[in-house]
């Protein structure tokens, strides 16, 4: 379909163009010199210690619940209200998945309170997710897991840029993941990054990153190696040369990227709050700083959620909703399961448009349009 309001854009140019040509030029096309560069350039943007290069996001996750040690017999806990590959990672492990509810209809993080009322004696880890890019409850949730002895892994998948205390969204637990999926903030089509301060989970997923080898082919082409041993079960989750490019011109507009997107949101925000009061519009309160990866807003009690998103696709308007939460899911479903402040939130939820190439023109038809679907009259 043709949208003349988009949920997301990319933004690539002459810049990604003109690294991708370098790259084929080079003779050289999986992991090597572009990826190292591109991992230290993101390891000192989000200030860490280690970053590894991956496939894609999931891979990210999946490496750092391998590398904090969950397996069979472990629980990890994790938010409903995420993408299921947040649950997904922690599953591939042999682990099983409790969710926790977020903290309130006005923060859609998930809840260190939540989180401490989910911990039996078979709790390794806690997952938590910076939902549209805002922080979670770091502070606490690290006070949570020191107390219970947890490895803390943040899904930072939409949260590259975002701070809180001055520190990077990704850097404050054992491990930190990014995704470059072609709707994130930075994009390499496909493509993730794992960081960490710790040495010993940064050895464990440079070894399991390329089938638990001891030495890359790079370092053997380098002529650094000339052998090599396979110490673990590892699997290829390497990242390759052409992303890694397009990764790191994207890092150097990602500022200017998170800036713009700062700006329509509280464009958003104002034209909302003045003319369709009924709206809910979470993350209100200032906790740090979000990279603003989506716009979400909860539609008013009795709003239909399908209807209200075909009369803003009549306008060429497109809108999602994130996320149908995990535990709804077959694969996920338990009878018993209750997490309300979840279930009332996800089915009000919806996501507007927010790009960074989005003009004020295309924001003021989304804004026109739902207050108009809001007005009294409509009712
Ligand atoms: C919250 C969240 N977690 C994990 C992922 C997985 O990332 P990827 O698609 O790069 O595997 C995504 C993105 O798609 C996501 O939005």
């Known amino acids: 379909m043709d949208w003349r309001v988009p949920l997301a854009d990319v933004a690539l140019g002459k810049e990604e163009e003109g690294a991708v040509l370098e ?3 080079s003779g050289w096309l999986t992991m090597g010199a572009v990826t190292q560069a591109f991992e230290q350039e993101l390891a000192a943007f989000v200030g860490a210690r280690h970053a590894f290069a991956v496939n894609n996001g999931t891979a990210a996750l999946h490496l750092a619940c391998l ?3 969950l397996g069979e017999g472990d629980e990890a806990i994790v938010p409903s209200l995420t993408f299921v590959a947040t649950a997904n990672a922690v599953r591939y492990t042999g682990a099983e998945v409790v ?3 977020v903290e309130s209809e006005d923060w859609l993080c998930v809840s260190p309170r939540a989180i401490e009322e989910k911990i039996t004696g078979r709790t390794k880890a806690i997952v938590v997710m910076h939902y549209g890019g805002f922080a979670c409850d770091m502070p606490e949730i690290l006070r949570v897991a020191k107390k219970h002895d947890l490895a803390v892994i943040e ?5 590259i840029g975002g701070s809180l205390q001055g520190k990077s969204l990704g850097t404050w637990g054992d491990a930190g993941c990014y995704s470059f999926f072609g709707n994130k903030n930075m994009t390499t089509a496909e493509g993730g990054m794992l960081v960490t301060n710790d040495d010993r989970i940064a050895e464990k ?3 399991l990153r390329s089938h638990g080898m001891t030495t890359l082919t790079w370092d053997r082409h380098k002529g650094h190696a000339s052998t090599y041993d396979v110490v673990d079960l590892g699997y290829n989750y390497r990242m390759d ?7 790191r ?3 150097k507009k990602l500022p200017a990227g998170n800036a713009r997107r700062t700006e329509l949101v509280l464009r958003y925000r104002q034209a909302f709050q003045e003319k369709a009061p009924a709206l ?6 200032q906790r740090g700083i979000s990279s603003q990866h989506i716009f979400p807003i909860l539609l008013p009690e009795g709003v239909q959620r399908e209807v209200f998103r075909e009369a803003l696709k009549a306008y060429g308007i497109q809108t999602s909703f994130h996320y149908p939460p995990v535990h709804h899911f077959l694969i996920y479903r338990k009878e018993d399961e209750e997490l309300r402040m979840t279930e009332s939130a996800a089915r009000r939820q919806v996501t507007l448009p927010l790009f960074p190439a989005m003009t004020d023109e295309q924001q003021d038809l989304v804004i026109e349009a739902v207050i108009k679907y809001l007005s009294p009259a409509k009712k």
């Open 155 to 159: 899904d930072a998948a939409h949260a």
């Open 23 to 25: 790259v084929l030029r």
């Open 241 to 247: 040369e052409i992303r890694s490019a397009i990764g």
């Open 249 to 251: 011109e994207q890092l």
């Open 280 to 285: 809910g519009l979470p993350f209100a309160e």
């Open 67 to 69: 590398a904090v040690g």
């Open 99 to 101: 969710f926790a509810d």
């Open 205 to 207: 997923v440079r070894v």
